[in-house]
């Protein structure tokens, strides 16, 4: 089944804007993970959260995870017609056997 | 960092046929991973690919239907058999980083269609 669950499914924003994406899990974890997904391409990771960090920055991605509510969101600043697809947070539950466990993800798209 | 090659990128195949995919990594890791994503889905891991071991299948899959083969470091190949149009989904192989700790490296994945 489906560690976490993702809102909102899909988001329509204007460039420029920011996108935030919020992502809900069950159990303990190692960390978390935000992957991209282009029009049913391979995946690309984006950012690693680990449990003991509340907060990471890479460029115009901030990640942000609460682990005592077990969740964790995305934000894209500034965003471009470029950040259209689907995004996708993976948790690395505790004792999970080094596997990743996938969220539902969200559509984003991102209109001139 | 790691490449990797999956073949073919996409097959329509015939109900009751079998499908072979190949992934290859440009690198030698000890644990391969195949996910499945069915159309508008999120990802869902079929199974874990050891190196010189058995796969381990996630509930729901299992090797007769799945078979895995896994003869070295670099390659691995999971076969979708018996085919139903159930089974038309993108199938992605990936290997994590870091010795199994860090992220997800996929490729481009298979996306099948079964008529």
């Known amino acids: 089944s489906q560690q976490g669950e993702e809102d909102p499914q899909a988001l329509s924003i204007q460039e420029g804007e920011n996108a935030t994406m919020n992502c809900s899990y069950k159990?303990?974890?190692?960390?978390l993970q935000w992957y991209r997904q282009n029009s049913g391409r391979g995946l690309v990771h984006l950012i690693l959260?680990?449990?003991?960090?509340r907060e990471k920055h890479s460029g115009r991605l901030r990640v942000t995870l609460d682990t005592s509510k077990k969740s964790s969101s995305l934000l894209i600043t500034a965003s471009r017609a470029a950040d259209t697809a689907s995004y996708f947070c993976?948790?690395?539950?505790?004792?999970?056997?080094?596997?990743?466990?996938f969220g539902t993800g969200t559509q984003l798209k991102v209109e001139l | 960092s790691a490449v990797i090659s999956q073949k073919p990128s996409r097959d329509i195949c015939q109900r009751g046929t079998s499908l072979t995919i190949q992934c290859q990594v440009d690198s030698q890791v000890t644990m391969m991973f195949w996910y499945r994503q069915q159309p508008g889905q999120s990802l869902t891991l079929i199974a874990t690919a050891n190196q010189g071991s058995e796969a381990t299948y996630e509930s729901g899959f299992v090797i007769d239907k799945f078979p895995i083969s896994r003869p070295n470091l670099t390659f691995s190949t999971l076969t979708v058999s018996n085919m139903s149009p159930e089974d038309s989904s993108i199938y992605l192989c990936?290997?994590?980083?870091?010795?199994?700790?860090?992220?997800?490296?996929f490729g481009e994945g298979s996306r099948l269609t079964v008529l």
């Open positions: 990936s290997v994590r980083s870091g010795g199994n700790t860090g992220e997800l490296f």
């Open positions: 159990t303990s974890i190692n960390n």
């Open positions: 959260i680990r449990s003991n960090e």
């Open positions: 993976a948790t690395d539950p505790t004792g999970g056997g080094n596997k990743l466990t």
